[in-house]
């Protein structure tokens, strides 16, 4: 008789400070799926149990028994090597050659843009011709990439073409904080009045997010942007893994449908995952 495998915990096979990190495709995508989890736990923890001081600390010792945010982006940096696929800046560069050639023809050059949660700094490298990025994020793996939290990142002069969102939303734990961001991105953009610049929201997510959340769907995502003035989704794509968004700003609207965590009708049975993004109308935000 075969002997039954036994499963290790996460954290067993999670390296300890010093380790050589393995390049295994099967080791880093759980570590990236469990950080996710955990990174939820934890908004929630703090969200509705704040005096839960031992289940807070058991989730951040489990996060940093797997390396911290820290080992978390060594993985994204191996998950998004030329041996994984690429990065999903490439999209984006073939729907701005299709979808928007005119606008981009007519657009000053070159372009502006906010990559946030970058993971390399160089992805627009190849096209810096027209392109200008500002990589940004949480724990930079590399000293071009400035270290910059988002949702606290205050608004300035300086305006972008395209704020680039590939893989963020999903990574932040409460639906409230991801519905801020997606707010948070029409800050940095020029104003949809201003005509030689582009006004654009590339927004990547996991397709499970999309297609098997109980909280979330396709129809659902275009109506929510378009009440908060992304009335135009210019491109959208599903791979395999991914769903791929390329919005354009069209109005300073402020949120006045209450977009809560609902279980949607037609999302309703087991099998699910709980992935949502609230946005309150101001009046509604505490």
Known sequence: MAKSRVKKPI???????????????????????????????????????????????????????MGGLDWYQR???????????????????Q??????KA??????????VLDVGAVQPDNYKAYQSWIQAKPIDLNPQHPDIEKQDFLRMQPTDAKFDIVCL???????????????????TRNFLFSPVVKDRLHLLYLVLPL????????????????????????????HHFSKKLAYYLFEYKANLRPKTAWKKKILPQQEGGGRNNFAIVIDPPSATK
């Open 95 to 100: 729907a701005l050659k299709t979808e928007c």
């Open 208 to 235: 499970p997010c999309i297609d098997n959340s109980r909280y979330m769907s396709h129809d659902h995502l275009m109506a929510m942007m378009a009440s908060i003035g992304y009335s135009h989704c210019i491109k």
């Open 11 to 65: 954290t067993s096979a999670a390296p300890t400070s010093g380790a050589k990190f393995k390049r295994s495709r099967v080791e880093t995508a759980r570590l990236i799926r469990r950080f996710h989890v955990l990174n939820k736990e934890l908004a929630k923890c703090r969200n509705e149990h704040p005096k839960d001081t031992v289940k807070e600390k058991q989730i951040l010792d489990e996060m940093e028994a």
């Open 103 to 112: 606008m981009v023809d007519t657009a000053k050059k070159p372009l502006q």
């Open 75 to 93: 993985a994204s940096q191996l998950g998004q090597s030329k041996e994984r696929g690429g990065d999903s800046s490439k999209w984006l560069i």
């Open 166 to 184: 590939s893989l963020v939303v999903n990574f932040v734990g409460d639906p409230r904080d991801r519905g801020q961001m997606l707010l948070h």
